[in-house]
């Protein structure tokens, strides 16, 4: 067998196959090609020691805004994915059917790193966001656009995963959450699943987690008063629950204004992890208090959700949402993303969306990236840690 990349006896953590090993991986011809000890060198492979580095499945942030340039909020998906490990930038809902083709063609089609969608049901998506300009695109009955989101859906498979829609007080407004059943009638028309975003109040966390299908993803999930999954003695709400039961699967999405230590703290006492933990990084919260996805995930470990479940909310989890299970996996045949971490000690300032600070022993960094089956990330090329041993 013959590959064009190998990582070196690194700790393997894929939860997709409950693996937590000290071994190799191979890639060739795009794909996982093989894991197991002492893999060979075939002539002109590229070879890179990880050992004392932690390999996992290319890191899925399943909630970004990567449609840069084309919206105010949307960064760069390649700059960020070199800092945070991330091989697959989800895109959820900057693009609506009125402006996805400049997405698919000014950005996704000309990134190395790997962006799929969900597309907004609203005609142009979330075209109204800068620290200047706050209008929600969900706001306006007359901006929906159904029809035309089945089109473009149709037409865009293999990119579009899903139908996102944002409802709050913020982002609907006086349409409450009819632009959710809009959202849910496309997504039913096309056999897809829904991202629903919550903020303030109306509608009620409850009114919308309802209204979720087994499958559908409500992002956000951990958000602070009010609107939070947790009731005033830090129980879990029992629709939350019920929903859970049904298979309605609950995501992070930091962002700005969508996750408090102290409701994420309230859902780990009672059991209840985040099915995915995703950044929700855009331009507004790049530089904090979202940061990147390792930080997003940091601070779960920190809080003490086991690393496996930590790393299983950014690659297994996040690929079953997405329905792509060749995604989020080391297995053999898998897509040849992985994501080469490291876990620093010592004592780190986290803070999160209302300003609380929490200082963790634990930070998860970004060493390297494979994506496609080839080392991708270049930012520690001159480092003598990962340097390539052969090829
Ligand atoms: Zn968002």
């Known amino acids: 067998m013959s590959f064009d990349l190998i990582l070196r006896s690194g700790r393997v953590i894929d939860p997709s196959q409950k693996l937590d090993a000290v071994t190799d991986v191979g890639f060739a011809g795009g794909k996982v090609a093989a894991i197991g000890n002492a893999l060979k060198a075939t002539p002109g492979a590229n070879v890179r020691d990880v050992s004392g580095y932690i390999v996992t499945p290319g890191l899925i942030d399943l909630h970004t805004h990567v449609y840069w340039g084309g919206t105010s909020l949307g960064i760069d998906a390649e700059q960020f994915c070199r800092t945070s490990g991330v091989t697959t930038a989800v895109d959820t809902g900057s693009a609506g059917p009125g402006n996805f ?105 409850e009114e919308v987690v309802a209204l979720l299908r087994p499958g559908d993803v409500l992002t956000h999930a951990f958000r602070p008063f009010p609107n939070s999954p947790t009731t005033a003695q830090g129980t879990v709400k029992r629709i939350v629950l019920e929903a859970r039961e049904r298979g309605v699967l609950f995501d992070i999405g930091h962002g700005k204004g969508s996750f408090a230590f102290k409701t994420a703290r309230a859902m780990l006492a009672n059991g209840f992890y985040p099915d995915t933990i995703s950044s929700d990084v855009h331009a507004l919260c790049i530089n904090g208090p979202a940061f990147d996805q390792v930080t997003t995930l940091s601070k779960f470990l920190c809080m003490g959700m086991p690393l496996a479940d930590v790393v299983g909310a950014s690659t297994f989890n996040a690929a079953m949402a997405l329905r792509r299970p060749e995604l989020g996996s080391l297995k053999t045949g898998s897509v040849g993303d992985a994501t080469v971490i490291s876990i620093r000690e010592g004592r780190f300032d986290y803070v999160d969306v209302i300003g609380e600070h929490l200082t963790g022993d634990r930070k998860i960094a970004s060493e390297g990236v494979v994506i496609g089956g080839h080392w991708w990330h270049p930012m520690r090329e001159q480092s003598s840690d990962l340097k390539q041993i052969a090829g």
């Open 101 to 205: 083709a400049g997405f698919r063609k000014h950005v996704i089609e000309r990134s190395q790193v790997r962006i799929l969608a969900y597309l907004h049901v609203s005609h142009a998506g979330i075209f109204g966001f800068s620290d200047r300009v706050m209008v929600g695109e969900s706001e306006e009955l007359r901006l929906m656009d159904p029809i035309s989101a089945v089109e473009v859906a149709e037409q865009n498979r293999d990119l579009i995963v899903g139908i996102k829609v944002r409802v709050g007080r913020n982002s609907s407004g006086p349409a409450g959450v009819v632009p959710l059943e809009i959202a849910l009638e496309v997504a039913e028309q096309l056999g897809m699943p829904v991202m629903a975003h919550i903020d303030h109040p109306p509608p009620s966390y």
